[in-house]
């Protein structure tokens, strides 16, 4: 409540002076509120071919073969203020997606006999039914005199996308953004330096220096239990606590950015970039005695046709939140953890107006023994697309079986996102006509920790000593290809393919499958249509 009123009292002082500002700048406007919209529709089909064999568990109980489409439409609606619309004075945005990645066809079981089936359900990739429409942000955003003020539930991006990734856009070489990083915000962002012109009482000029103080709010907690919640006589209102109390198993997060940005970093060519920054968060729950803090650096850089962006992360602290192994006695937290969880990717290449060449390389840490003290993975951000199989397909599966839908370890799910893996990726682009585009890439990976689980060491998953002073064998080699069409400035189309030659790293469950079977090919062949506004 203290940091809400401060906030508030900030926000209301700095009203006056915007108003008469604002006032000035309107003159002759009739209506100075405006409505954008933009947004995107897309459908996608899949053929996925020996992605996993038969097994329990996971989003599917077969994967040797699946077809299927999935679509998305997604509304971003503005209602704007000012005299201009690209720089507003203060503007209320909104995302809102309808049937978001749900299965074309799927019913749910609502008919007994599917083939008369006449009601469709929203049911996504993961056999969950969710809404036919969900409002996912919407905030407010204001210019001060001194900076930007965000207010709302809002996306949230720094650098390459390997930790906060707004899932935003259809730009990825290969596959769709699904996800994206969402918090319940409250940001201010300012040019230090403007603010020392402003005071001097000089014309105020761009900086490239840029500064953000946020706070998210990550979980508002009930002071009870899931049991007592679903009991039929249960009433918030009769708790001393309350439903929106204080309490000490919410979890919120301050976050700090320092970032130099500047896009005219030649003066006398255009098109040069020079971008670094750093990225602090701070996440706390009392009840859990978390405090976790990460650090990541990102930078980027545009020389002529050149270019090159790496961003890194390391991920610090302790908690009781984690429970694997679940506590001895009910009630009881888990037992304390320390966080030590490394990531990063840096990628660099050489384009031209008909070309471009990049290779990628990348590392996102893995746990050898997950149910000790010490807790170090963590997988790369699943809309940090690396290839088509392996990671978005493949091991997406194999951590879905292995850690199951249980509250503790879904959050243990790659999701499509780098996983327990050093990988290194060669991209080749074409561009032989306007509006065409065709990429070719090759993938090689290996495993960061055997883990006895998702990665195996040996037929009875034990990890011996020879087997981990060998090392880990390689996830394996993955060829992919896309071809992509732009036309009518609005429309898409994409073709996309990829092949994985697996290593013994990939090894399924041993009731189905031995060393011997190991060289069996995963492959998928995809394509999307998409309507861009």
């Known amino acids: 409540m203290i940091r809400g009123a401060a906030l508030a009292v900030a926000f209301l002082c700095s009203l006056p002076a915007h108003a008469e500002e ?120 204001l210019m001060l005199p001194v900076g930007q003020l ?8 720094w650098g390459m996308g390997l ?27 300012t040019r230090p330096w403007m603010i020392v012109q402003a005071a001097r009482g000089r014309p105020l000029r761009t900086h490239p220096f840029l500064v953000a103080v946020a706070y998210d709010e990550l979980v508002e907690d009930p002071l009870v239990s899931e049991d007592e919640r679903m009991d039929p006589m249960y009433d918030p209102r009769a708790l001393h606590q309350g439903w929106l109390s204080e309490g000490r198993d919410d979890v919120g997060e301050w976050v700090l950015v320092a970032i130099w940005r500047d896009d005219e970093w030649h003066r006398w060519r255009a098109g040069d970039q020079l971008h670094a920054g750093v990225y602090y968060v701070n996440r706390r729950q009392p009840e859990t005695k978390s405090n976790v803090h990460v650090i990541d650096l990102y930078g ?18 302790h908690t009781r939140a984690i429970g694997i192994p679940p506590p001895e006695e ?57 290839g088509l199989v392996l990671f ?52 090689y990976a290996v495993p960061d920790e055997i883990d006895g689980t998702v990665v195996r060491c040996d037929e009875l998953d034990q990890l011996t000593e020879e087997c981990i002073d060998d090392g880990p064998d390689a ?6 290809a896309a071809a992509k069409v732009h036309f009518q400035e609005h429309f898409d189309w994409t073709l996309e393919g990829g092949v994985l030659f697996p290593g013994e790293a990939l090894w399924s469950d041993d009731e189905v499958r031995d060393r011997d079977e190991v060289s069996r090919r995963a492959w998928t062949v995809q394509t999307r249509v998409s309507m861009t506004y």
């Open 392 to 443: 978005q397909e493949v091991l997406a599966e194999a951590t879905a079986r292995r850690w199951g839908g249980d509250a503790d370890t879904r959050g243990l799910w790659s999701n499509g996102g780098v996983y327990n893996a050093t990988y290194g990726m060669l991209t080749g682009k074409l561009r032989p006509l306007s509006g065409l585009e065709l990429i070719l890439a090759g993938l």
């Open 475 to 480: 996830y394996g080699f993955e060829i992919d």
């Open 150 to 157: 965000r207010v709302g539930r809002m996306g949230s991006h």
């Open 330 to 386: 009910e009630g009881d937290l888990p037992t304390r953890k320390e966080a030590q969880i490394i990531g990063g990717a840096a990628r660099a290449g050489y384009e031209r107006t008909l070309w471009t060449t990049q290779i990628e390389v990348g590392h996102a840490s893995g746990d050898p023994a997950i149910g000790d003290g010490i807790f170090t993975t963590r997988p790369l951000h699943p809309d940090h697309h690396v």
């Open 22 to 141: 604002a006032a000035a700048q309107q003159g002759a406007l009739e209506d100075p509120l405006r409505l954008q919209l933009h947004g995107y529709f897309r459908a996608r089909y899949f053929s996925l071919h020996e992605i996993f064999d038969d097994g329990p568990g996971g989003h599917t109980q077969d994967l040797t073969k699946a077809n299927f489409m999935t679509q998305r439409l997604r509304l971003e609606p503005a209602i704007v203020y000012g005299p201009d619309p690209d720089a507003p004075i203060g503007a209320v945005r909104f995302q809102i997606d309808a049937l978001d990645d749900v299965v074309w066809g799927d019913n749910t079981r609502l008919a007994r006999t599917p083939l008369f089936a006449t009601e469709l359900s929203a049911t996504g990739r993961e056999g969950v039914e969710q809404p036919s429409l969900e409002v996912k942000r919407a905030w407010l955003e």
């Open 300 to 317: 980027r850089i545009r020389w002529g046709s050149w270019f090159g962006v790496t961003e890194g992360y390391q991920i610090l602290g």
């Open 163 to 189: 930790l906060a990734n707004s899932g935003d856009g259809l730009d990825d070489d290969f596959g769709d953004n699904r996800f994206g990083t969402v918090n319940d915000k409250i940001l201010f962002a």
